[in-house]
């Protein structure tokens, strides 16, 4: 009989606090932790003046040697500042203070640096305050890059509710996307036998569940809503971990989305300031489509994402249907390794209007 051979490594966080106030207990999360008395606090400059001194004071107190390093966007370039910063003065434990950016640069240099981290999320945009993944932006988009999965979160969800509401919509629709993902893979598995995880996948597919249930009861300004969206967040994030992979929280939902980022859109919408539509706002519009094309229930994400207040359709969304459409055509090229309903070669101009249309996107 052949040896067995087969290994898995999974790295899961050992403290996850959420709840009113939590910002207090960091020095009890570090003392529990023990993994040394230097610290580096990475932050933008919102969220240093909103959580980020306010750390630094505390663990100042606490005699630990706290320091904060600021940054000004989520690049490899300020990646390697992080880096240099924390060699220089030999820093033990790296704190992300802030939303997805701050954090997944502070996840990838803690990852080169073999360091830890705590996730300590400002606001709740995307799933990423908890997965092993850490998106940058390039020159040709948004590039994914292996990183480490937090050692502990401390999620304070009397701060994360002062973000804009946009914000933490955004983060459900990134969740909610998983429905899709999920698909995806299962069909991979079926056709090309790539390797699943049936417990991942449960995971991934609960934490967007939690979200469609509770759709009526998220709103604006409200602390329960963001205690029940990191929450979900979190578990996609640890569905990634179980993994191994993005599989479970990211499929041809996120191919769409990275190819509006690589197309490079968002138009003026009459009567509304432009703004750049996020990340999660993009996977939700596009799992509505996916979902489709895999004969699954795209209503029942459409109508969580209008009642969460998440685009459904290119309008809300803020991009031309004509982007929308190029987006679809082309989406199969942003991972072409990744198997999903896209195919190989993707969609004809007349079926991703057809998609588009029926799904009322466009």
């Excluded at 009526?216 to 329960?224: A, H, L, Q």
Aim: charged share 25%.
């Amino acid at each position: 009989m052949e040896r067995f051979t087969k290994s898995k490594n999974m790295v899961f966080p050992r403290e996850i606090i959420i709840g009113h106030n939590t910002t207090s207990q960091i020095t009890d999360v570090c003392n529990r932790l023990g993994l040394g008395n230097s610290v580096l606090i990475v932050a933008d400059k919102t969220t240093k003046k909103l959580s980020g001194e306010d750390i630094r004071k505390i663990l100042s107190k606490a005699n630990y040697k706290a320091d904060i390093k600021m940054i000004s966007a989520p690049t490899l370039h300020e990646v390697n500042h992080v880096i240099k910063y924390a060699n220089r003065n030999h820093i033990d434990l790296f704190l992300g203070v802030g939303g997805g950016s701050v954090i997944d640069v502070t996840k990838l240099a803690a990852y080169e640096l073999s360091k830890p981290f705590i996730s300590i999320p400002t606001s709740a945009a995307h799933d990423g305050i908890a997965s092993p993944r850490a998106s940058l932006k390039h020159i040709k988009g948004v590039v994914s890059k292996t990183a480490v999965s937090p050692l502990a979160i401390l999620a304070d969800t009397k701060i994360i509710k002062k973000a804009p509401y946009r914000m933490l919509a955004s983060g459900c629709a990134d969740v909610i996307s998983n429905v899709s993902a999920v698909m995806d893979w299962e069909l991979a598995h079926r056709l090309k036998g790539e390797e699943f995880s049936s417990h991942a996948a449960v995971l991934s597919k609960s934490a967007a569940q939690i979200l469609m249930d509770s759709a009526d009861d998220i709103k604006p300004g409200s602390e329960e809503s963001a205690w029940t969206a990191v929450k979900a967040m979190i578990v996609s994030g640890v569905a990634m971990s179980v993994a191994g992979n993005t599989r479970p929280a990211s499929g041809s939902e996120h191919m769409f989305s990275h190819m509006l980022d690589h197309l490079g859109l968002g138009i003026m919408l009459k009567g509304r300031k432009h703004t750049k539509p996020m990340h999660g706002e993009q996977c939700g519009v596009g799992a509505i489509m996916m979902v489709y094309l895999h004969g699954g229930d795209w209503q029942s994400i459409r109508d969580a994402l209008k009642k969460i207040g998440a685009p459904t359709n290119s309008r809300e969304l803020g991009v031309s249907k004509k982007k929308v459409i190029e987006a679809l055509i082309r989406a199969h090229e942003i991972r072409p390794e990744r198997y999903t309903i896209l195919g190989e070669t993707g969609l004809t101009k007349d079926a991703a209007k057809k998609l588009a249309k029926i799904t009322g996107v466009i």
